[in-house]
């Protein structure tokens, strides 16, 4: 089993749509949660971080449920600029040292 | 803005050749590392470096080394190129050590025939 699992998509969705990603992981000892978007064919980049508390930034909002060890990120009002692959990223002690786990990613396409 | 540069955005390399792969970062970070990208398996951590001189070996070392010589400077060496290392190599940098931030290069598609 993967240590870090995401649908890939892709999400077909029309602008102005509602969507939300699941991202499970299965270490239970995984300290941080974060988001990152990866464009068609650019590098990915640091979009936000997933708290417990939850987190939102604008149209974009991620939670984590611990419990379950799943996190999720919501995306309101989609624009066709949101089109991408969003990557979830772990973080836990492994071996002493910190590591980052990404999944594979879930692509979002935008249609107008 | 930090930037992070990789040496070439395309390469081609026969079966059997040292490959060099070079990434230089410009925001004085100390935490360097490389990654692989494949369809269906996402990011995999290949060697990272905290500091000039010290080396890692992330999830999927075999078949690579590395070199950090200088702090702005870590370079890939894939020793005896093989078909199945055929891949999107990725450069990243941040600030911290095990930081969350990763500032990424723009990639290096490595094809070997």
């Known amino acids: 089993r993967k240590e870090v699992e995401q649908d890939p998509g892709p999400f077909n969705v029309p602008e102005g749509a509602t969507v939300a990603f699941n991202c499970t992981y299965s270490n239970s000892a995984s300290q941080s949660f974060f988001w990152y978007r990866q464009d068609c064919r650019k590098e990915p980049k640091l979009l936000m971080s997933?708290?417990?508390s939850g987190n939102e930034d604008g149209r974009f909002t991620a939670q984590l449920n611990r419990a379950s060890q799943y996190i999720s990120l919501l995306i309101r009002d989609s624009k066709l600029s949101d089109s991408a692959t969003y990557l979830c990223?772990?973080?836990?002690?492994?071996?002493?040292?910190?590591?980052?786990?990404f999944g594979s990613g879930t692509r979002l396409q935008v249609q107008p | 803005d930090v930037k992070v540069t990789q040496s070439s955005r395309y390469l081609v390399k026969r079966t059997g050749e040292k490959v060099f792969l070079e990434c230089v970062q410009d925001m004085d970070h100390e935490n360097m590392f490389w990654y692989r990208q494949d369809p269906g398996l996402g990011l995999r951590l290949i060697y990272f470096?905290?500091?000039?001189?010290?080396?890692e070996k992330g999830d999927i070392p075999e078949g690579y080394s590395v070199s950090r010589e200088k702090k702005e400077r870590f370079s890939l060496i894939l020793e005896s190129a093989s078909t199945n290392q055929t891949s999107m190599y990725l450069c990243a940098s941040s600030l911290e050590r095990g930081g969350y931030e990763q500032f990424f290069g723009p990639g290096t598609r490595l094809t070997v025939l």
């Open positions: 470096s905290y500091d000039v001189k010290m080396k």
């Open positions: 997933v708290y417990s």
């Open positions: 990223v772990v973080i836990q002690m492994d071996t002493g040292r910190r590591a980052l786990t």
